[in-house]
């Protein structure tokens, strides 16, 4: 094992006093002096991945939970296992760093692999195993696969997946540590699991479509988060739903200028196939809003507008309740995975208007015109009973790399998990 201690003074040797890293001869030391000691600590980290590095063990004084879990997110890597042994800190901690590594490594996998190995049934099928292993018998579920869907009014979901030869699916995942079939729904999780997207008929340049295995990160994410929370003990049910398909293009795809009628009554024009996440969600949203639960959370790798406004370092947040935006970017602090509200209000539901329906699913410009990431959310809005649920949601702009940078390795970060895990805790 690399041993790996840490410094809060400069380097005094040959490196120089700005050096990140100095070695010695079983190992090195981080300097992580001086301002956002938490991304040098990662920065230093994905240089020693960089350079080979593969079992590594944390020792000496310093190293508390935030140092340590900015030490993995640095070290993590997508094509190859890596050994890291935790500074042996307070028991407690050392268990819930392994829990967060748990959920954030199933996060990776999952989203991380090709579009041709996590089709939409093996999604919902992973997402069933994973929370299973966790919570065995407080877990029940349902899936609902292709014309299925239809039989039960989801349209959004089996109109965006129906071109692809891999059924569009619907998993509804229940947690109930109660036992009491008649507990109440304490909160609601939804997740866009478009394992690839295409663009359909509005089709995705190669540039863009190269990452798009990544779409399916909103379900990994809520799937990830439940399954954090209950192991740092949440004893309130929850459900969990994942609105799970392939934006395809084939001779039965929908197309550009259908009208969409929702269980909830809501007409919807297509103006572009590749805003299918909103069209997804807006049924799980729906069945979220059904159970009645006082908290809906849903999670979307949904608009670059907000990559746009807010690079790939935080996830925006969207929420008419006020106290709930709040709270959710105050638990993101905490967690240390940025977050940072955009505006949301009623009248951006106006913004995309149709002469067809009751609203359009996006504006006809290219990426949904001015001010798309909040356009979408108020589309989300309307599939949302907020007479009886407060509501956020998450879109993802932290949540995958396209390319390695300084701090992260390409692929899922699983940026989002802790935060939506702190809300529902």
């Given at each position: 094992?690399?041993?790996?201690?840490?410094?809060?003074?400069?380097?005094?040797?040959?490196?120089?006093?700005?050096?990140?890293?100095?070695?010695?001869?079983?190992?090195?030391?981080?300097?992580?002096?001086?301002?956002?000691?938490?991304?040098?600590?990662?920065?230093?980290?994905?240089?020693?991945?960089?350079?080979?590095?593969?079992?590594?063990s944390l020792e000496g004084n310093g190293w508390n939970y935030e140092r340590q879990w900015a030490f993995y997110c640095g070290f993590a890597t997508p094509n190859k296992p890596v050994?890291?042994?935790?500074?042996?800190?307070?028991?407690?901690?050392?268990?819930?760093?392994?829990?967060?590594?748990?959920?954030?490594?199933?996060?990776?996998?999952?989203?991380?692999?090709?579009?041709?190995?996590?089709?939409?049934?093996?999604?919902?099928?992973?997402?069933?195993?994973?929370?299973?292993?966790?919570?065995?018998?407080?877990?029940?579920?349902?899936?609902?696969?292709?014309?299925?869907?239809?039989?039960?009014?989801?349209?959004?979901?089996?109109?965006?997946?129906?071109?692809?030869?891999?059924?569009?699916?619907?998993?509804?995942?229940?947690?109930?540590?109660?036992?009491?079939?008649?507990?109440?729904?304490?909160?609601?999780?939804?997740?866009?699991?478009?394992?690839?997207?295409?663009?359909?008929?509005?089709?995705?340049?190669?540039?863009?479509?190269?990452?798009?295995?990544?779409?399916?990160?909103?379900?990994?994410?809520?799937?990830?988060?439940?399954?954090?929370?209950?192991?740092?003990?949440?004893?309130?049910?929850?459900?969990?739903?994942?609105?799970?398909?392939?934006?395809?293009?084939?001779?039965?795809?929908?197309?550009?200028?259908?009208?969409?009628?929702?269980?909830?009554?809501?007409?919807?024009?297509?103006?572009?196939?590749?805003?299918?996440?909103?069209?997804?969600?807006?049924?799980?949203?729906?069945?979220?809003?059904?159970?009645?639960?006082?908290?809906?959370?849903?999670?979307?790798?949904?608009?670059?507008?907000?990559?746009?406004?807010?690079?790939?370092?935080?996830?925006?947040?969207?929420?008419?309740?006020?106290?709930?935006?709040?709270?959710?970017?105050?638990?993101?602090?905490?967690?240390?995975?940025?977050?940072?509200?955009?505006?949301?209000?009623?009248?951006?539901?106006?913004?995309?208007?149709?002469?067809?329906?009751?609203?359009?699913?996006?504006?006809?410009?290219?990426?949904?015109?001015?001010?798309?990431?909040?356009n979408a959310a108020a589309f989300l809005s309307r599939f949302v009973d907020t007479n009886n649920s407060s509501w956020i949601h998450f879109d993802l702009a932290a949540c995958f790399?396209?390319?390695?940078?300084?701090?992260?390795?390409?692929?899922?970060?699983?940026?989002?998990?802790?935060?939506?895990?702190?809300?529902?805790?």
């Amino acid at each position: 094992m690399l041993r790996i201690t840490l410094s809060a003074e400069p380097c005094a040797g040959v490196w120089g006093e700005k050096a990140l890293l100095s070695y010695r001869e079983d190992g090195a030391v981080i300097h992580y002096h001086g301002e956002f000691p938490l991304r040098r600590i990662q920065q230093a980290a994905r240089r020693l991945q960089s350079q080979g590095a593969e079992q590594i063990s944390l020792e000496g004084n310093g190293w508390n939970y935030e140092r340590q879990w900015a030490f993995y997110c640095g070290f993590a890597t997508p094509n190859k296992p890596v050994e890291l042994e935790w500074s042996p800190i307070d028991e407690d901690e050392v268990e819930l760093l392994s829990a967060r590594r748990r959920s954030i490594e199933w996060v990776r996998r999952v989203v991380n692999a090709t579009p041709e190995n996590m089709y939409p049934e093996k999604l919902a099928a992973e997402a069933v195993e994973f929370l299973t292993s966790i919570a065995g018998e407080h877990i029940s579920h349902e899936i609902l696969a292709g014309d299925q869907l239809l039989e039960h009014g989801w349209v959004g979901t089996h109109s965006v997946g129906r071109a692809s030869s891999r059924k569009p699916v619907m998993l509804t995942l229940d947690y109930n540590p109660t036992g009491a079939e008649d507990a109440p729904i304490a909160a609601c999780l939804v997740g866009k699991g478009i394992t690839f997207d295409s663009g359909g008929y509005s089709l995705k340049s190669s540039a863009g479509m190269v990452t798009m295995k990544c779409d399916m990160g909103g379900a990994a994410t809520v799937t990830a988060a439940l399954g954090y929370a209950i192991e740092q003990g949440l004893r309130q049910r929850v459900r969990l739903i994942l609105c799970c398909a392939e934006n395809m293009v084939a001779g039965n795809a929908y197309k550009l200028g259908d009208v969409l009628t929702y269980k909830n009554g809501m007409t919807v024009e297509v103006v572009n196939t590749d805003a299918e996440g909103r069209l997804v969600l807006a049924d799980g949203l729906i069945a979220a809003s059904e159970t009645k639960a006082p908290l809906i959370i849903d999670a979307a790798t949904l608009t670059g507008a907000a990559m746009m406004a807010l690079g790939t370092e935080y996830n925006a947040l969207f929420s008419m309740d006020k106290s709930l935006l709040l709270k959710a970017q105050e638990l993101s602090e905490l967690v240390h995975e940025p977050a940072w509200p955009l505006p949301l209000e009623k009248w951006h539901q106006d913004n995309c208007p149709s002469y067809y329906a009751e609203t359009a699913n996006s504006r006809a410009q290219k990426g949904g015109g001015m001010g798309g990431a909040s356009n979408a959310a108020a589309f989300l809005s309307r599939f949302v009973d907020t007479n009886n649920s407060s509501w956020i949601h998450f879109d993802l702009a932290a949540c995958f790399q396209d390319s390695a940078d300084s701090r992260w390795a390409a692929g899922a970060t699983g940026q989002g998990v802790a935060n939506i895990a702190a809300l529902l805790l």
